[in-house]
Nanobody
Framework: QVQLVESGGGLVQAGGSLRLSCTAS????????VGWFRQAPGKEREFVTS????????YYVDSVKGRFTISRDNAKNTVYLQMNSLKPEDTAVYYC????????????????WGQGTQVTVSS
């Protein structure tokens, strides 16, 4: 059974930092891209970032470039999202997702989803 298990969400003040983790299990993810989407109240889910396990190719939405960093630990099948300089507009449920080879803003239906973790940034 394939699972994506997220952790690390919480409440932080504006300007603060959080680190999210997503651990994948249940199959080989070597050629998968794993990343994060987020959904704020009343808004559509949007792509945030992704990284490909095999070669580290990564993508970011413009609004988080320079503030968020995605990384991976292949041995642990885990992806990390370091979020710095957080803003109230980053408040959302963050969902880990995995897709074969590529995961970008144009990926409408990733193969796998995590359960989501809440990130709240207070002003």
């Amino acid at each position: 059974q394939v699972q994506l298990v997220e952790s690390g969400g919480g409440l932080v003040q504006a300007g603060g930092s959080l680190r999210l983790s997503c651990t994948a299990s249940g199959r080989t993810f070597s050629f998968y891209a794993v990343g994060w989407f987020r959904q704020a109240p009343g808004k559509e889910r949007e792509f945030v970032t992704s990284i490909r396990f095999v070669d580290g190719t990564s993508y970011y939405v413009d609004s988080v470039k320079g503030r968020f960093t995605i990384s991976r630990d292949n041995a642990k099948n885990t992806v990390y999202l370091q979020m710095n300089s957080l803003k109230p507009e980053d408040t959302a449920v963050y969902y880990c997702a995995a897709n074969l080879w590529s995961l970008t803003a144009t990926t409408t239906r990733p193969e796998y989803w995590g359960q989501g973790t809440q990130v709240t940034v207070s002003s």
